[in-house]
């Protein structure tokens, strides 16, 4: 018995369908036309992390006690990261490790630090220091091509398709790493490098185009090595085109609830940069180096090129602030004032139900309670308000000293792309496989982890959120 679940981060079929009515695309093709398949709906918010977290404890965010990349710690006065010990609850292939299954997972986000698992674990991003590899000494075992984060990223001095040659490579590297540990019952691999291009190459119909194709060539790999096993293709959520991105503690501060303090910002001078080397030119050299390495200098020179967006952190006020924001329509009431939430909750809901948009549209769809959203034993830690967004206009939490990303000034930007496109809670799944029939169903991503379970044999934990799909 063999399962490879293929994740391709911020996947939606929207794209891929009028390429599958072609003729093209033949491995998202077999799941489209001969598998189980159509949407899969995300968790909320609809990214990354707690997406992927999602599929592979087959729980919601209130039981998994993630909502976010990060988490308000308001008695630190600090935005805090969370990585994988963040997370409660067991993944999926911690229960057929404990079977006997061997397992291999590659590359999936919110991973870092790898936990023990019966095989192999590569984390995904967001890396921290120290091991990143589970045995430890897998890592001596890593190839060359093998990079261990995408470093061919879309900026404003790069030709596109230069940047996507070196995309098509990292793409590949995934289903070979699959192939390389193929003696595993279950494989899963993440491509993240899809969702970078559809952030930023949305309306590139040649560029995005060439990422469908290089993802379909591994599927198809996959397919034919796959041929007696089943095979899973999901991703984490989706993605569609926005038309704006605004920043939502900005509307809070013009609103008074968010109280914004004296802050002398630090000058990075020309000369600053200069020591740096010339920018790309830097850019391009460091790709000579090891992985390790090109990702530290990269990141460096992108910070001190674009001036746009200042953390939250040093510039507000603590103790003043009654509401605080972070991406994607969550807010969180300050524990201050705790005693007077249901005032700034209904305040907060009469802000953000009159935020409309630069061409005169509302912003937020539907405005919640977290408890309304989400449920499970983390539910208290739950942001107070969760504000889905019209999806074409992405909220986004640092500060930059403009409510709309389309005023800030051009020169600002640096070596920064406009983002195009952004997240959609509608994702993709297909299954194929031995007594799989073609048909389409609309699942849920706490679905996949319940469904794996049942193809090996094993039992659901009473636990997780979602059902079996076959
Ligand atoms: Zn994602």
């Not at 976010?68 to 911690?94: A, P, R, T």
């Not at 408890?371 to 504000?387: C, S």
């Not at 379970?453 to 979602?466: S, V, Y």
């Amino acid at each position: 018995m063999k399962v490879v679940v293929i994740g391709i981060d911020g996947a939606t079929w929207d794209p891929v369908i009028p390429y599958i009515e072609k003729g093209l695309l033949p491995g998202y093709s077999q799941f489209w036309n001969n598998g189980l398949h159509g949407p899969l709906i995300s968790t909320i918010p609809y990214i990354t992390q707690p997406g992927w977290k999602a599929y592979s404890m087959g729980k919601n965010p209130g039981k998994m006690g993630v909502y976010f990349w990060s988490k308000i710690d308001w008695k630190d006065m600090k935005i805090k990261n969370i990585n994988s010990l963040g997370f409660d609850g067991v993944d999926y292939w911690d229960i057929l490790g404990e079977k006997g299954y061997k397992t291999a997972i590659i590359d999936m986000p919110s991973t870092f630090p790898p936990k023990p698992v019966n095989g192999v674990l590569i984390t995904g991003i967001p890396h921290g220091s120290g091991n990143w590899v589970y045995p430890p000494e897998f890592e001596q075992k890593i190839p060359e091509w093998y990079p261990k984060e995408s470093v061919h990223l879309f900026v404003k001095n790069e030709d596109p398709k230069v940047t996507m040659d070196g995309l098509e490579k990292e793409i590949k590297s995934r289903f070979d790493m699959a192939e390389m540990l193929w003696d595993h019952d279950l494989i899963h691999i993440s491509v993240v490098m899809n969702d970078h291009v559809s952030h930023f190459m949305w309306n590139n119909e040649e560029i995005m185009y060439r990422n469908l194709k290089a993802n379909d060539e591994g599927i198809q790999r996959i397919l034919n090595k796959n041929k007696d096993g089943y095979t899973i293709l999901m991703s984490d959520h989706g993605n569609g085109p926005i038309e704006d991105e605004f920043y939502a503690n900005e509307l809070l501060a013009e609103h008074g609830i968010l109280i914004k303090k004296e802050f002398r910002e630090k000058k990075i001078s020309r000369e600053d940069v200069v020591k740096f080397g010339t920018k790309l030119g830097l850019d391009k050299l460091a790709r000579k180096l090891p992985y390790s390495f090109q990702k530290r200098i990269i990141q460096r020179i992108q910070h001190i090129e674009s001036s746009m967006e200042t953390g939250l952190e040093e510039k507000i006020d603590w103790k003043e602030t009654r509401v605080i924001a972070l991406d994607e329509g969550l807010f969180y009431v300050n524990p201050l004032y705790y005693d007077e939430r249901e005032d700034i909750i209904e305040n907060l809901r009469k802000i953000l139900e009159n935020f409309t948009s630069k061409s005169g549209k509302k912003v937020y769809k539907n405005i919640f309670r977290g408890d309304e959203v989400y449920w499970g034993k983390y539910v208290n830690e739950a942001p107070d308000i969760v504000a889905i967004t019209n999806e074409i206009y992405h909220q986004r939490y640092p500060l930059s000293g403009y409510i709309w990303a389309s005023d800030i000034p051009e020169e600002k930007w640096g070596y920064r792309l406009r983002q195009v496109g952004h997240h959609r809670i509608q994702g993709i799944f297909g299954l194929v496989g031995p007594g799989i029939e073609a048909r389409y169903t609309k699942a849920s991503i706490y679905d996949l982890a319940p469904t794996i379970l049942k193809i090996f044999g094993c039992e659901i934990p009473k636990e997780m959120d979602g059902k079996s799909l076959i």
